[in-house]
């Protein structure tokens, strides 16, 4: 069953901006933390960056100052604004979500199906 769901992928050329979306697409209790991860082929998934429910964030170094994670908790949808891409970006996105699906249950991390972003020079 799908939770989460990432528009927003495709290719960039180098130096442009991308905005992803990863929407909440179940019915839920609670969300918790949303944030970002990346994987380029070959390499370990990377952390991108968070968001709280009251609005803290938290970036990589590797993105700070270029990426900005916002959140619309009445959407239940966090953002991921990327400027000034370089190749180096290019990765399959993924949203991380902590949900709670129901009253009765306790909260569990969620993962989306991922988005590839291509930064072409």
């Known amino acids: 069953q799908v939770h989460l769901e990432e528009p927003g992928g495709g290719a960039v050329q180098a130096g442009g901006s991308r905005r992803l979306s990863c929407v909440t697409v179940i019915s839920v209790v609670k969300v918790s933390s949303m944030g970002w991860y990346r994987q380029a082929p070959g390499t370990p998934r990377e952390f991108i960056a968070t968001s709280t429910a009251d609005g803290t964030t938290d970036y990589s170094d590797s993105v700070r100052g270029r990426f900005t994670i916002s959140r619309d908790n009445a959407k239940n949808t966090v953002y991921l604004q990327m400027n000034n891409l370089n190749p180096g970006a290019t990765a399959v996105y993924s949203c991380?979500?902590?949900?709670?699906?129901?009253?009765?249950?306790?909260?569990?991390?969620?993962w989306g199906r991922g988005t590839p972003v291509t930064v072409v020079s």
């Open positions: 991380n979500a902590v949900l709670q699906l129901a009253s009765w249950r306790l909260p569990g991390e969620y």
